[in-house]
């Protein structure tokens, strides 16, 4: 998480809002981020502009085995779709 993190601090206006936050997910261990930062509205397209993007980070671990489940979408849409996320995340099942 941490890797994803300092990558993603890099960008333009990041800034954490939480980070290792640790919850219990399917009975394994899960450490959630979230951090907003601004990136391009459309790739290989002349005039593109920044904008603000939100980005939701789970990460597992069972063993050796290290799970990255993200969520990442425009500011402005994040919360309109955060419930669906939430819904896939209880849906997972780690072998």
């Known amino acids: 998480m ?3 993190l300092d990558k993603r601090s890099k960008f333009q206006d990041a800034a954490v809002i939480s980070k290792g ?8 261990e899960a450490r959630t981020a979230e951090i907003t930062y601004k990136t391009l ?4 397209v002349a005039g593109v502009k920044l904008i603000p ?3 939701k980070i789970v990460v597992l ?8 489940v993200r969520y990442e979408n425009a500011a402005r849409d994040f919360l309109s779709f955060e419930k669906a996320f939430n819904r896939i ?3 997972i099942t780690v072998p």
Not at 61 to 68: K, L
């Open 53 to 55: 993007v939100k980005e």
């Open 61 to 68: 671990r069972r063993g050796d085995i290290v799970y990255i």
């Open 89 to 91: 995340l209880k849906t």
């Open 41 to 44: 509205d459309k790739l290989n």
């Open 2 to 4: 941490y890797d994803i």
């Open 21 to 28: 936050e640790r919850s219990n997910l399917l009975g394994v």
